[in-house]
């Protein structure tokens, strides 16, 4: 059964990326969803932190990195995949990714953002190998599930619930809500993570 290391919203936390490395000895696969630095900046520092990770490492980008820069930044990283409305099987596991900020946040011209209608039609193709069970990666939290903020506002992804709905993943992995870091729920056998920056260590069923 793999073994696999959540993590999120880092934020140029070099303390933080230094624990992931020495987690990441420990699991089979090491799931990245997004917001590694801070309004577009600090990206590379974080990456050549990052990038001493030699466990496979599929990343999504969160709304303070743009899908391009992500990339660019992981040119150096052999053992990372970026996905941004994509799919791989990694490490036996099947994966669809999806990153920015769902739906469109407030924070004005830096963040990368997406609508709803967005991330409906980058999702709209996926599927999920479910050997041994797939995975759902995105920044954003789906609507109603580990993302309420510290006011206690539902600030989650409509188009992420529905994708739950229609590729059925063992398990989602997400962040960009801080008030929800760590928080799981559980919904139609479908495990939903908020990871947040400390690491989590989850095992996939057989």
Known sequence: MPRLLLFSDVHSDQQACRRLFEQAKEVDLVIGAGDFCNMRRG????????????????????????????????????????????????????????GGGIPVTPFGDWSYDLTEEEARDLLSERTLDREPGGVLVSHSPP????????????????????????????????????????????????????????GIIWTMDG
């Open 143 to 198: 609507k109603g599930l580990v993302d309420r903020d510290s006011s206690g506002a539902s600030l989650g992804s409509v188009a992420i619930r529905e994708a739950m709905d229609a590729l059925r993943p063992a398990l989602v992995v997400c962040g960009h809500i801080h008030g929800s870091w760590g928080e799981e729920e559980t919904v139609d056998g479908m495990t939903v993570i908020n990871a947040g920056p400390d």
């Open 43 to 98: 990206l590379d520092s974080v990456i050549d932190t990052l990038k001493a990770i030699e466990t496979p490492t599929i990343l999504v980008p969160g709304n303070a990195e743009s899908e391009d820069e992500l990339r660019s930044a992981c040119a150096v990283w052999p053992a990372a995949t970026v996905l941004h409305g994509g799919e791989a099987t990694v490490a036996g596991v099947g994966v669809v990714g999806i």
